[in-house]
């Protein structure tokens, strides 16, 4: 697993819930450090390891705890850089939707050995879409779900998401767009402030 993507697991942790969870975590999932380092890798069985621990801790569900990851990678002011990377998919909700399918290539021009999950968008019809996540990996579907539901608070569109489940290597979130303008979306400007 890349380190980036434990050490977001890793954030996600302190930034929500503080260091003393952290260290709560580590203890239970018997971490040899205290810290990941974003560019190196790490065994796959340890990230689930770690995940084990957070949903022993918090006592929540494992879905939950990924579509909890999944809103705080967009939400939160730590990670306001990938935010603005998706922000550039477009306008409004529904072009950003339509840039998903760009994004595991998007992400690769940042971070060159970061492999996500092949993204496919399918328009149904009637504000409905079907998103197919492929992947080796279970679980993506729900950070991507988190993903989803604050993108669509940024952009202040009103959707429904229904996590459709798994199927070999494959997951499927159904998108209802109800309203693209239901409320104000968060400010977005393109040049970075300086701050």
């Known amino acids: 697993m890349h380190g980036l993507i434990n050490r977001a697991i ?78 550039f998919g477009g306008v409004g909700f529904v072009d950003f939707l339509h840039s998903l399918d760009e994004l595991p290539d998007r992400a690769r021009l940042a971070v060159d050995d970061l492999d996500l999950p092949q993204l496919e968008l399918r328009e ?17 579907g729900h950070v991507m779900m988190g993903v989803l539901r604050a993108m669509a608070d940024d952009y202040g569109a009103l959707v429904m998401l229904e996590y459709d489940g798994r199927c070999g290597g494959s997951e499927n979130i159904t998108i209802s767009l109800v309203e693209t303008a239901y409320a104000e979306g968060r400010s977005f400007h393109l040049g970075a402030q300086a701050g």
């Open 124 to 140: 149904c019809g009637d504000g409905k879409f079907v998103l197919n996540l492929r992947s080796e990996l279970p679980g993506f």
């Open 10 to 87: 890793e954030c996600f942790v302190r930034d929500t819930y503080g260091d003393a969870c952290w260290d709560g975590v580590v203890r239970a999932a018997a971490l040899d450090a205290d810290r990941f380092e974003a560019m190196l890798r790490y065994d796959t069985a340890l990230t689930w390891r770690v995940l084990d621990a957070i949903t022993g801790t918090l006592g929540k569900s494992r879905d939950d705890v990924l579509e909890d990851i999944g809103t705080y990678l967009v939400s939160h002011p730590n990670t306001e850089a990938l935010r603005r990377l998706l922000r």
